[in-house]
């Protein structure tokens, strides 16, 4: 499988500073099959980077993602949160209605 060759940045980037479980996410149309038309085109994505990042999150046991690819059932968007701890899924807070039907146990 062909990849491509990270400049040095983007090796550090990825290879070192990547964490474990990891999700790398490719904000782009699906990854082309080889010998297809969208494979012959400049533009991204390109197969061969994104070899290099099926690796890299397989070394890391993490996750590949690629925006545009169909998405089973109805798709959702990816949220991600940026704290002082570093990087994580967003989760999505309870809704209000469901909040708001919850009652404590009555005393007395």
Partial sequence: MTETEAVPNVKWLFETQGRKRCTIVSPSWPIPTPGTVEDADKQPPHRQAANHHRRVVREKQGDFIVTMEPAVGKPKPVRYEISRYGVG????????????????????
Avoid: I
């Fill in 89 to 108: 899924l967003a989760l999505a807070a309870p809704s209000v209605a469901a909040a708001s039907t919850t009652s404590t146990a009555r005393q007395g």
